[in-house]
């Protein structure tokens, strides 16, 4: 959903910017969510990038890196309506918006790095999966409820995430030697299977296995992957009450499904909304 854009007269702005200077959290984050409505909003920060005062400098800085997430989030919804983003760009994204701190080009060093590691191999299935169980990427067997198995700088950290991670990281890296495969669903695990039919299963410590027949897995597109690991930190932000989570992942999968946040169950959404159907419960 687009931020809805207010245009403000020259005097409200001054208002709004005074309110800066307030000691008190409260008022002064209020006069920065108006202010980050304006119509004028850039042309603002730079008029009040170098104000004398350092409280309204400090504040029109925190509203410049605000803007930028705000930004880069509606670029992100936008790509993934338009399938214009692939899993590894989608993942990329995710770690950004999660964590301001991450670095784009962090990310692309620890790829790099095992990239030109495994050009000095042959390609193919097998190699693959050797390659990704030499250095040591697993499945956690235990805390499968940290957030860290579900992002792809940790992952990349660790050699420890969850199955769609590891296997939109070795399909990354596959591509560089022409490795042409797709992921897909196998006994409810998520795989990776190439244009022979050969499967890896990095939740069997890359087992590879051949021939497997078309009633055997569901190939996934991106999105598909991309909801299920949108869902699956959503969950994890409730089950560990995380708000500022709670609030990033309601807010992508609501605009994804289209859903109004209302809808959301109770006390996540509104106790009150009418949208909601509760199912009847009969006498026993």
């Known amino acids: 959903m687009p931020i809805t854009r207010i245009n403000f007269s020259p005097d409200s702005h001054e208002a709004l910017f005074s309110l800066l200077q307030d000691r008190n959290e409260s008022v002064a984050s209020l006069a920065m969510e108006q202010i980050l409505q304006s119509s004028d909003f ?3 920060m730079q008029n009040y ?3 004398p005062e350092g409280l309204v400098r400090k504040r029109v800085h925190q509203m410049g890196n605000i803007a930028k997430r705000r930004q880069l989030l509606e670029k ?5 309506q338009s399938g214009g983003l692939d899993s590894w760009q989608a993942m990329m994204l995710i770690d950004h918006l999660y964590d301001p701190q991450s670095s784009f080009t962090y990310l692309n060093d620890m790829t790099n790095e095992l990239i030109r590691e495994f050009n000095l191999r042959r390609g193919g299935s097998a190699a693959v999966a050797k390659f990704m169980k030499e250095r040591n990427f697993l499945v956690p067997t235990q805390n499968w409820f940290d957030v860290s198995n579900y992002l792809l700088g940790d992952v990349l950290e660790s050699r420890m995430g969850a199955a769609p991670l590891l296997c939109i990281i070795a ?9 042409q495969c797709r992921i897909c669903l196998h006994s409810g695990r998520f795989c990776l299977l190439d244009e022979n039919n050969t499967l890896i299963d990095p939740s069997e410590d890359w087992a590879v296995k051949k021939k497997i027949s078309a009633e055997q897995y569901h190939a996934c597109k991106p999105k598909e992957i991309l909801l299920v690991v949108l869902s699956q930190l959503f969950s994890m932000a409730v089950i560990n009450w995380e708000p500022w989570d709670i609030h990033l992942f309601s807010r992508i999968l609501t605009s994804l499904y289209q859903l109004d946040p209302a809808q ?3 006390p996540l959404g509104s106790f009150l909304s009418p ?3 509760y199912p009847e419960i009969s006498e026993p």
Not at 76 to 80: E, G, I, N
Not at 171 to 179: A, D, E, L
């Open 42 to 44: 850039d042309k603002l």
């Open 49 to 51: 990038q170098d104000s």
């Open 264 to 266: 959301l169950p109770y």
């Open 275 to 277: 949208e909601r159907k």
């Open 171 to 179: 399909q990354h890296i596959g591509t560089f030697r022409n490795w």
């Open 76 to 80: 992100f919804l936008s790509s993934v």
